[in-house]
């Protein structure tokens, strides 16, 4: 355990960096080298509680930095100047959009440079575009620095680090590459390690809100209640579970929340996705006369094409500090109200009543048992995920790419202690890659371990990164699902037959995964085409692979997918083509 209020060796400011860093929990930052950076680079790696991840490309070093904030809490990306920084900024878009605290660093032109009409390379060939990088950031963090001077450096990094943390989203910090390695006075004292004065209710608003969402609850017959996946931005997922029981409501999640709460509650019913919820949860999500949903996002992907039939004089919203009961009549909105305060309170002043969830229950059957498959058939979508199910237990983070992946694993059931992630707003194809890179470095320590299910699609955006995994010694499970193309692009809208860009070239999965070993890492690497060849792959991952990254690549036919593709499909592409409306 580190004493950080021990007198220190006098630090550069990338040792300082690095310190902070370290002290809000960042153990591995991710990033590529380049020459506005590589000083940075010394001095942070000097650091004794922090250490680099060098990946092949910016890009993955930003969807590696976002998934170890899934697993740790907050991540970090280091590249250098725009070259790098409009690389890396999808993936901090990406973050922006889930709520994650990612610190994206850059290392920028000389001080005397950045802000002259000096012209330099890594820019655009344009006098005066030495913000450009910081332009384009602005619209991707919630807040930006540039360092160009080591009196206030201190001050602007404390800064950048406290919005990310205080609002749950990436930040910007810019080094300029002659001071990385300069000394200043302030960067030796040793503060006491963050501590963020969280937002706090306003005990007036939140009495009201609690006071109305009762009294508007007591009167209905068979109320339920619904997670989201804001629930983790407000920390909430405890006080949830608290009031369902107290309440006694059936409870569901949308799709963004699931793996939040537990699965083997007695009143969880599964997932509300409209209508390709779980069994029997849209009629009674839909048929209640009242609905709680709480850190709900009603996008058009958690609607399945705005096609919800939900009325807003039936709902309370409760976002992560604010709640608006019957859509806001009369007045019935309340800001300044955190979460799970608002959720503790009403715990404590809520009505029990089981009527849904005795509805629930008359109305469930079990989930029917997949048959295994006659001996040598093709290896079938629903025999591929009846078998990762096996795979889950209490240290798994299940990690699936955007694409059929999300609709199967949406229907597996996760014991506790299982995380779930999936890019559920941003949708970046090939997200997934970075961020098993980046979660299996982040949940080492705790001992868990990535099972991630990417389609063939995917994989080829960002497949360079799994020689990292190997660098690092990461043992994740990839389940590869090769089925020739994009298949959630082809049930939203299918190409031409005579050149259909849904269609890929097709890869040597198992090779390219040995090639990359180059005989250096541990690696387990076949190719499944029945369900028997599954079952033994999966057999020799769990054992005697468990410490070697495993690739599974799966065979199957285009045009397997789950009946939820299929039906959210048809939906999205009808809201995408709705024609334009009349001036």
């Known amino acids: 355990m580190c004493d950080w209020n021990q007198p220190t060796e006098p630090r550069t400011l990338g040792q300082h960096l690095a310190h902070r860093l370290s002290q809000i929990g960042v153990k591995h930052f991710f990033g590529v080298p380049g020459d506005y950076n590589l000083q940075l680079l010394d001095e942070l790696v000097k650091d004794k509680f922090t250490e680099g991840r ?15 904030a899934r697993a740790t809490g907050v991540g970090a990306v280091v590249v250098t100047y725009t070259v790098g920084g409009l690389s890396v900024i999808n993936a901090v878009a990406g973050a922006y959009a889930e709520n994650l605290p990612v610190i994206c660093i850059t290392g920028a032109p000389n001080s005397n440079d950045i802000y002259s009409n000096h012209l330099v390379h890594h820019t655009i060939a344009r006098k005066g575009s030495m913000e450009q990088e910081l332009h384009c950031m ?43 390695a300069l000394h200043h006075p302030s960067f030796d004292a040793s503060p006491v390690p963050y501590s963020i004065t969280p937002k706090r209710s306003n005990p007036a608003s939140l009495e009201q809100a609690v006071r109305c969402a009762a009294a508007f609850l007591a009167g209905k017959q068979k109320p339920v209640a619904v997670g989201g996946g804001l629930l983790r931005l407000a920390g909430a997922e405890e006080e949830f ?18 793996g939040l709460v537990p699965e083997d509650h007695p009143q969880w019913m599964g997932t509300y996705w409209g209508q390709i919820s779980s069994p029997f949860v ?22 399945a094409g705005n096609s919800l039939n939900l009325q807003q004089s039936r709902m309370i919203k409760v976002e992560p500090y ?77 990690i699936a790419e955007t694409g059929d992946s999300i609709f199967n694993c949406q229907k597996l059931k996760l014991p506790r202690g299982c995380t779930y992630e999936w890019s559920q707003q941003y949708g970046s194809i090939g997200w997934s890659v970075g961020a098993v890179l980046g979660a299996a470095i982040g949940g080492q320590k705790d001992g868990r371990r990535v099972v991630a299910c990417i389609g063939d699609g995917s994989f080829q955006v960002t497949a360079q990164d799994v020689s990292t995994m190997m660098r690092y010694g990461q043992n994740p499970i990839i ?77 199957v036919h285009r045009d397997d997918c789950s009946s939820e593709l299929l039906e959210w499909g048809g939906r999205v592409a009808a809201a995408n083509s709705r024609p334009p409306q009349s001036d």
């Not at 919005?163 to 990436?170: D, M, Q, V, Y």
């Not at 009629?283 to 958690?302: H, I």
């Not at 009505?351 to 093709?378: M, Y």
């Open 54 to 68: 060098w990946t092949c490309n910016e890009l993955n070093a930003g969807y590696a930095a976002d998934g170890y």
């Open 138 to 180: 602005r619209q991707v963090t919630c807040d930006q620095v540039i360092i160009s001077q080591l009196s206030d450096a201190h001050e602007q990094i404390d800064h950048a680090i406290s919005a990310a943390l205080h609002n749950s989203k990436p930040v910007y910090i810019a080094v300029c590459a002659n001071l990385a």
């Open 241 to 258: 579970v608290r009031l369902v029981e107290a309440a006694q409501y059936p409870f569901a999640v949308m799709a963004a929340g699931k």
């Open 282 to 303: 849209a009629e009674v999500v839909e048929s209640a006369d009242a609905a709680l949903f709480v850190g709900a996002q009603f996008n058009d992907y958690a609607t």
């Open 322 to 398: 604010r709640v608006v009961i019957a859509g806001g009549k009369g007045g019935q909105v309340f800001g300044c109200v955190r979460m799970d305060d608002f959720l503790c309170g009403l715990a404590e002043a809520i009505t029990p009543n089981d009527t849904a969830h005795q509805i629930f229950k008359r109305l469930w059957v079990p989930t029917p048992v997949v048959e295994p498959s006659e001996e040598g058939s093709p290896l079938r979508t629903k025999h591929l995920f009846a078998h990762v199910q096996t795979l889950l237990d209490d240290k798994t983070i299940l």
């Open 479 to 555: 389940i590869l699902v090769n089925n020739g193309g994009y298949t959630i692009e082809v049930e939203i809208h299918d190409g031409p037959a005579d050149n259909n860009y849904n269609i890929i070239k097709n890869w040597d999965y198992v090779a390219l995964f040995k090639a990359m070993q180059n005989k250096e890492g541990q690696l387990f690497a076949t190719r499944a085409k029945t369900e028997k060849d599954l079952e033994d792959a999966i057999e020799f991952a769990k054992n005697e692979a468990a410490d070697s990254l495993c690739l599974i690549e799966c065979i």
